[in-house]
């Protein structure tokens, strides 16, 4: 740790000590912060889509034993509407708990949830599998140029940084 490093982890730990942080969701002081403003806990409760689900849209599919015989599903949205897209997957299930997290992160500045965010999205892929030995370049979604220079950062390059860094996959830019 170099000195910089050194008094920025000393003056976060007097901060925290002075003005303890409160979790935005629960409320309860967060012990560890990390800079987060999300306790451990609540980003505990998030939880990542697992199979079945529609192989268009990536919507979660109730388990069945007709899954167990077919992985090819779609969902009744995707059987009816025609989508401009191969496919499509998320994370998570968009509770409040990660609907708070990722406006917090998009749209209140809070840069360092990209790490817990960042290795949700690498657990989900390392729990997955689905997309093993098939990336070879990570492509942010463009942000509009207003939007940049309001918020200070591209949300998507930070967590596709991360994902990167993890599987060694190169990042566009």
């Known amino acids: ?13 007097i901060l925290n000590f002075a003005f303890p942080l409160n979790c935005k969701i629960c409320k309860k002081p967060i012990q560890e912060s990390k800079g987060y403003s999300i306790c451990e806990d609540c980003f505990k409760t998030i939880e990542l889509i697992e199979q079945p689900y529609c192989i268009k849209c990536g919507k979660p599919l109730i388990h069945t034993d ?5 992985r090819e599903i779609l969902c009744l949205d995707c059987k009816i509407k ?3 897209f191969e496919f499509s997957r998320s994370t998570g299930i968009y509770d409040e708990v990660l609907k708070k997290c990722i406006h917090l992160f998009k749209y209140y500045g809070e840069k360092k949830l990209a790490k817990p965010l ?13 997309f093993e030995n098939k990336l070879d370049l990570i492509i942010p979604v463009p942000l509009h140029k207003n939007d940049l220079k309001k918020r200070g950062f591209n949300q998507s390059v930070l967590l596709g940084k991360f994902v990167g860094d993890y599987f060694s996959i190169p990042l566009s830019s």
């Open 1 to 13: 740790m170099n000195n910089q490093s050194m008094i920025e982890y000393i003056k976060e730990g």
């Open 82 to 84: 025609k989508y401009s």
């Open 118 to 130: 960042g290795k949700l999205m690498v657990d989900y892929l390392l729990k997955n599998g689905e």
């Open 66 to 70: 007709f899954f167990k015989q077919n």
